[in-house]
């Protein structure tokens, strides 16, 4: 077990270096001067010079790249071009509602998805299970952005049971924090739902026909047991799989999420670097969003060893 998580730990460090080799090269596959699209129509050349230099775009790609890649390893993701800021710092400032918009939705989801998943497998073909299976379509079909809005406009506006867009530090109290939280978690889960209770169902399906689902059951096993401790046990790892994939989905709805409830977390400041061609906020956001991907399939390779013991790599 211990040979097994240092290799998966190991092999984690030439894709941490891969990802940090495209994200950095994102400044130079932009077309053109990027100093000059991000100084302005109106810039003057000494400005447009004046970028470059605090880009380091003046020098060969090389030294740039281990010269940004120790200051990423150090801690420090260079400096907005707009604001002057840190991009630590700014990530700092943004991190909480990105934060509690991914964990709130991955707990909500695994908590509605997996039951849900479970019960259709188990009434395969009847009525429940089709609506089950129809309500997974669409919420894959439904847009993050439409769901959204479609729920601000009922909840918020009609009902008035929950504000509309805005944010409350979860340091001003839980219930306030969670109240703005609602519609956002429940716009960006809708398709993790649906992702999570098909992959659910299919993995029961195949686990509910084994032979030691007939012995326990033959055994007397009750019902619940047989679903919940020995098929759903068993499935595990297709799911927990399923479940630290789909975090990208998590972070792309996070950003189109963040937009439509005004949320200041790490999605809504992508955006607005994005439309201020802001670089080196847009290399750090990426970077951080890449390294949570990679670390949160890390982790989901480790729990193999833990949920199924005969896993050997």
Request: charged share 10%; glycine share 8%.
């Given at each position: 077990m211990g040979s097994y998580i240092l290799k998966r730990i190991l092999a984690t460090i030439p894709v941490i270096g891969i990802v940090a080799l495209i994200v950095f090269s994102l400044l130079f596959l932009t077309p053109g001067d990027p100093a000059a699209v991000m100084?302005?129509?109106q810039a003057t050349p000494e400005q447009i010079a004046s970028i470059r230099q605090s880009l380091g775009l003046d020098q060969p790609f090389v030294p740039r790249f281990l010269t940004w890649a120790g200051n990423v390893l150090s801690g420090d993701l260079g400096s907005s071009v707009f604001t002057r800021q840190p991009v630590t710092t700014m990530i700092g400032q943004r991190i909480e509602p990105t934060l509690s918009l991914m964990v709130l939705t991955i707990g909500f989801a695994v908590l509605v998805?997996?039951?849900?998943g479970v019960v259709a497998a188990y009434r395969q073909n009847s009525l429940l299970d089709n609506v089950i299976m129809a309500g997974a379509v669409l919420g894959f079909s439904v847009p993050v952005f439409v769901l959204g809005y479609l729920l601000a406009w009922i909840l918020a506006q009609k009902l008035q049971l929950l504000p509309v867009q805005g944010y409350r530090p979860i340091a001003e109290g839980v219930w306030p924090w969670l109240r703005h939280m609602i519609l956002p978690v429940l716009s960006v889960s809708g398709v993790y739902i649906a992702l999570i209770a098909r992959i659910t169902r299919t993995t029961m399906l195949e686990v509910l026909n084994q032979d030691y689902i007939r012995t326990a059951r033959a055994k007397g096993a009750g019902e619940l047991a047989v679903l919940f401790l020995h098929a759903l046990r068993n499935g595990?790892?297709?799911?927990?799989?399923?479940?630290?994939?789909?975090v990208a989905l998590l972070i792309g709805g996070?950003?189109?999420t963040e937009s439509v409830f005004s949320l200041p977390g790490l999605g809504r400041l992508t955006v607005d670097a994005i439309l201020q061609r802001d670089y080196p906020v847009i290399q750090g956001v990426i970077l951080l969003f890449s390294l949570v991907y990679v670390l949160v399939n890390l982790?989901?390779?480790l729990s193999y060893v833990l949920l199924d013991p005969r896993i050997r790599y």
């Amino acid at each position: 077990m211990g040979s097994y998580i240092l290799k998966r730990i190991l092999a984690t460090i030439p894709v941490i270096g891969i990802v940090a080799l495209i994200v950095f090269s994102l400044l130079f596959l932009t077309p053109g001067d990027p100093a000059a699209v991000m100084a302005g129509d109106q810039a003057t050349p000494e400005q447009i010079a004046s970028i470059r230099q605090s880009l380091g775009l003046d020098q060969p790609f090389v030294p740039r790249f281990l010269t940004w890649a120790g200051n990423v390893l150090s801690g420090d993701l260079g400096s907005s071009v707009f604001t002057r800021q840190p991009v630590t710092t700014m990530i700092g400032q943004r991190i909480e509602p990105t934060l509690s918009l991914m964990v709130l939705t991955i707990g909500f989801a695994v908590l509605v998805a997996v039951p849900i998943g479970v019960v259709a497998a188990y009434r395969q073909n009847s009525l429940l299970d089709n609506v089950i299976m129809a309500g997974a379509v669409l919420g894959f079909s439904v847009p993050v952005f439409v769901l959204g809005y479609l729920l601000a406009w009922i909840l918020a506006q009609k009902l008035q049971l929950l504000p509309v867009q805005g944010y409350r530090p979860i340091a001003e109290g839980v219930w306030p924090w969670l109240r703005h939280m609602i519609l956002p978690v429940l716009s960006v889960s809708g398709v993790y739902i649906a992702l999570i209770a098909r992959i659910t169902r299919t993995t029961m399906l195949e686990v509910l026909n084994q032979d030691y689902i007939r012995t326990a059951r033959a055994k007397g096993a009750g019902e619940l047991a047989v679903l919940f401790l020995h098929a759903l046990r068993n499935g595990s790892v297709q799911i927990v799989t399923v479940i630290g994939l789909g975090v990208a989905l998590l972070i792309g709805g996070a950003v189109v999420t963040e937009s439509v409830f005004s949320l200041p977390g790490l999605g809504r400041l992508t955006v607005d670097a994005i439309l201020q061609r802001d670089y080196p906020v847009i290399q750090g956001v990426i970077l951080l969003f890449s390294l949570v991907y990679v670390l949160v399939n890390l982790l989901v390779d480790l729990s193999y060893v833990l949920l199924d013991p005969r896993i050997r790599y």
